[in-house]
Antibody
Framework: EVQLVESGGGLVQPGGSLRLSCAASGFTFSDYFIDWVRQAPGKGLEWVGRNRNKAKSYTSQYAASVKGRFTISRDESKNSLYLQMNSLKIEDTAVYYC?????????????WGQGTLVTVSS | DIQMTQSPSAMSASVGDRVTITCRASQGISNYLTWFQQKPGKVPKRLIYASSSLQSGVPSRFSGSGSGTEFTLTISSLQPEDFATYYCLQHSSYPFTFGPGTKVDIK
């Protein structure tokens, strides 16, 4: 059974840092791209970034709103993906989802984790 | 960045109605378009990928069409469990961008 489980959310002050984790199971983790998508309370979905698969050297891509502040990394030995969030802003408050994609441009976000809530507030 | 718009932003419909939601891209995206359904407090669920391919396990009353800049999601006969918000996503180029969503509620 495919599973993606996010963790690490919580309350953080503006300017602070937080690291989210996405633990994967039930599929060959290194074959898949993993995306982060967030949803502010009562708002729509926003793509945050992605980490490509092993064949693509685990390179990452980011939305402009987080580039330079957020970093995606992967630990193949733990089947886990991480989202390091620095210099957090109030507008980063959201539920953060990880979701898997294949390396096909037309096969994205087929399975999602349950999400973890990040609240940035003083 | 490619901007995505959806129409309508919200609609009221009855069980059994045929529902059509439109998604437009600010520039051509071929068929790199995916539709998601999200119910309140739940995780988004993929319905349609590659503009018109039905996700495994999704009822056949859902269908998608379009290419280039205009796309549609159609629900042929609305069921009680279909009341939700629907989002389109373009993944033709980075950054990927979602439409603002279409909320379908009960008339």
């Amino acid at each position: 059974e495919v599973q993606l489980v996010e963790s690490g959310g919580g309350l953080v002050q503006p300017g602070g840092s937080l690291r989210l984790s996405c633990a994967a199971s039930g599929f060959t983790f290194s074959d898949y791209f993993i995306d982060w998508v967030r949803q502010a309370p009562g708002k729509g979905l926003e793509w945050v970034g992605r980490n490509r698969n092993k064949a693509k050297s685990y390179t990452s891509q980011y939305a402009a709103s987080v580039k330079g502040r957020f970093t995606i990394s992967r630990d193949e030995s733990k089947n886990s993906l991480y989202l390091q969030m620095n210099s957090l802003k109030i507008e980063d408050t959201a539920v953060y989802y990880c979701a898997r994609s294949t390396d096909s441009w037309n096969d994205v976000l087929d399975f999602w984790g349950q999400g973890t809530l990040v609240t940035v507030s003083s | 960045d490619i901007q995505m718009t959806q129409s309508p932003s919200a609609m009221s419909a009855s069980v059994g109605d045929r529902v059509t939601i439109t998604c437009r891209a600010s520039q051509g995206i071929s068929n790199y378009l995916t539709w998601f359904q999200q119910k309140p407090g739940k995780v988004p669920k993929r319905l349609i990928y590659a503009s018109s391919s039905l996700q495994s396990g999704v009822p056949s009353r859902f269908s998608g069409s379009g290419s280039g800049t205009e796309f549609t999601l159609t629900i042929s006969s609305l069921q009680p469990e279909d009341f939700a918000t629907y989002y389109c996503l373009q993944h033709s180029s980075y950054p990927f961008t979602f439409g603002p969503g279409t909320k379908v509620d009960i008339k």
